[in-house]
Protein backbone atom coordinates (compact mmCIF):
# COMPACT_ATOMS: atom_id res chain seq x y z
CA UNK A 1 0.00 0.00 0.00
CA UNK A 2 1.74 3.46 -1.32
CA UNK A 3 0.21 6.80 -1.64
CA UNK A 4 2.94 9.25 -2.87
CA UNK A 5 1.98 13.08 -3.08
CA UNK A 6 4.20 15.19 -6.06
CA UNK A 7 3.98 18.30 -7.67
CA UNK A 8 5.37 20.35 -5.45
CA UNK A 9 7.57 23.54 -5.92
CA UNK A 10 8.55 27.13 -5.32
CA UNK A 11 5.90 29.58 -7.21
CA UNK A 12 5.36 33.55 -6.36
CA UNK A 13 1.90 34.89 -4.84
CA UNK A 14 -0.83 34.81 -7.03
CA UNK A 15 0.36 31.58 -8.95
CA UNK A 16 -0.55 27.92 -9.44
CA UNK A 17 0.43 24.37 -8.78
CA UNK A 18 -0.99 20.81 -9.04
CA UNK A 19 -0.51 18.54 -6.43
CA UNK A 20 -0.87 14.96 -7.38
CA UNK A 21 -1.93 12.00 -5.08
CA UNK A 22 -0.68 8.31 -6.84
CA UNK A 23 -2.49 5.52 -5.08
CA UNK A 24 -0.99 1.79 -5.08
CA UNK A 25 -1.90 -1.47 -3.71
CA UNK A 26 -5.63 -0.92 -2.69
CA UNK A 27 -8.66 -0.06 -4.50
CA UNK A 28 -8.73 3.38 -4.34
CA UNK A 29 -12.31 3.97 -5.27
CA UNK A 30 -14.03 3.48 -2.39
CA UNK A 31 -11.88 5.72 -0.47
CA UNK A 32 -11.96 9.05 0.82
CA UNK A 33 -9.36 11.40 -0.80
CA UNK A 34 -7.82 13.84 1.95
CA UNK A 35 -5.45 16.72 1.78
CA UNK A 36 -3.44 18.18 4.65
CA UNK A 37 -0.43 20.57 5.05
CA UNK A 38 2.11 21.15 7.85
CA UNK A 39 3.78 24.34 7.91
CA UNK A 40 7.03 24.45 10.30
CA UNK A 41 6.55 25.18 13.98
CA UNK A 42 2.53 24.69 13.10
CA UNK A 43 0.09 21.87 13.85
CA UNK A 44 -1.38 19.73 10.82
CA UNK A 45 -3.99 21.56 9.13
CA UNK A 46 -6.33 19.76 7.17
CA UNK A 47 -7.20 21.43 3.62
CA UNK A 48 -9.84 19.18 1.58
CA UNK A 49 -11.64 16.13 0.77
CA UNK A 50 -13.49 14.41 -1.90
CA UNK A 51 -15.10 11.31 -1.26
CA UNK A 52 -15.12 8.12 -2.64
CA UNK A 53 -17.39 5.99 -4.21
CA UNK A 54 -20.05 7.76 -6.54
CA UNK A 55 -20.14 10.07 -4.12
CA UNK A 56 -18.12 13.12 -5.22
CA UNK A 57 -19.02 15.27 -2.57
CA UNK A 58 -16.19 17.83 -2.06
CA UNK A 59 -15.42 19.54 1.28
CA UNK A 60 -12.70 22.62 1.73
CA UNK A 61 -11.06 24.05 4.79
CA UNK A 62 -11.92 28.09 5.29
CA UNK A 63 -8.56 29.00 3.78
CA UNK A 64 -8.91 26.55 0.89
CA UNK A 65 -12.41 27.30 -0.52
CA UNK A 66 -12.54 29.48 -3.67
CA UNK A 67 -8.86 28.98 -4.53
CA UNK A 68 -8.22 25.46 -4.28
CA UNK A 69 -10.09 22.01 -6.20
CA UNK A 70 -9.92 18.53 -5.12
CA UNK A 71 -10.94 16.10 -7.59
CA UNK A 72 -9.81 12.36 -8.77
CA UNK A 73 -9.59 10.15 -11.29
CA UNK A 74 -10.54 6.27 -9.90
CA UNK A 75 -9.47 4.76 -12.63
CA UNK A 76 -5.66 5.99 -12.95
CA UNK A 77 -6.02 5.85 -8.88
CA UNK A 78 -5.05 9.44 -8.71
CA UNK A 79 -6.07 12.23 -6.78
CA UNK A 80 -5.53 16.29 -7.08
CA UNK A 81 -5.52 19.32 -5.76
CA UNK A 82 -5.13 22.31 -8.01
CA UNK A 83 -3.93 25.15 -5.96
CA UNK A 84 -4.66 28.69 -7.21
CA UNK A 85 -4.14 32.45 -6.02
CA UNK A 86 -1.63 30.80 -3.83
CA UNK A 87 -0.36 32.96 -0.63
CA UNK A 88 2.95 32.74 1.23
CA UNK A 89 0.75 31.49 4.07
CA UNK A 90 0.15 28.43 1.84
CA UNK A 91 3.66 27.03 2.33
CA UNK A 92 3.62 24.57 3.60
CA UNK A 93 4.44 20.40 3.33
CA UNK A 94 1.35 18.72 1.91
CA UNK A 95 -0.09 14.99 2.31
CA UNK A 96 -2.49 13.18 0.78
CA UNK A 97 -4.30 10.71 2.86
CA UNK A 98 -7.46 8.23 2.35
CA UNK A 99 -9.98 6.91 4.61
CA UNK A 100 -12.70 3.74 3.72
CA UNK A 101 -15.12 6.00 4.38
CA UNK A 102 -16.33 9.57 4.74
CA UNK A 103 -14.45 12.60 4.84
CA UNK A 104 -15.66 13.49 8.00
CA UNK A 105 -13.17 10.90 9.49
CA UNK A 106 -10.63 12.51 7.68
CA UNK A 107 -11.10 15.74 8.49
CA UNK A 108 -10.82 14.18 12.13
CA UNK A 109 -7.44 13.07 11.92
CA UNK A 110 -9.34 9.08 11.08
CA UNK A 111 -6.64 8.55 8.48
CA UNK A 112 -6.34 4.68 6.70
CA UNK A 113 -3.02 5.68 4.79
CA UNK A 114 -1.19 8.43 4.26
CA UNK A 115 2.08 8.85 2.19
CA UNK A 116 4.88 11.23 1.74
CA UNK A 117 4.58 14.84 1.11
CA UNK A 118 5.18 17.37 -1.35
CA UNK A 119 7.02 20.75 -0.78
CA UNK A 120 4.80 23.93 -1.41
CA UNK A 121 6.44 27.09 -1.20
CA UNK A 122 5.16 30.56 -1.98
CA UNK A 123 7.43 33.29 -2.03
CA UNK A 124 8.71 36.03 -3.98
Known amino acids: VQLQASGGGLVQPGGSLSLSCAAS????????IGWFRQAPGKEREWVSC?????????YYSDSARGRFIISRDNAKKMGYLQMNSLKPEDTAIYHC?????????????????RGQGTQVTVSS
Open 97 to 113: AVHLGSCRALQSGTIDY
Open 25 to 32: GFILDYYA
Open 50 to 58: IHGSSDAST
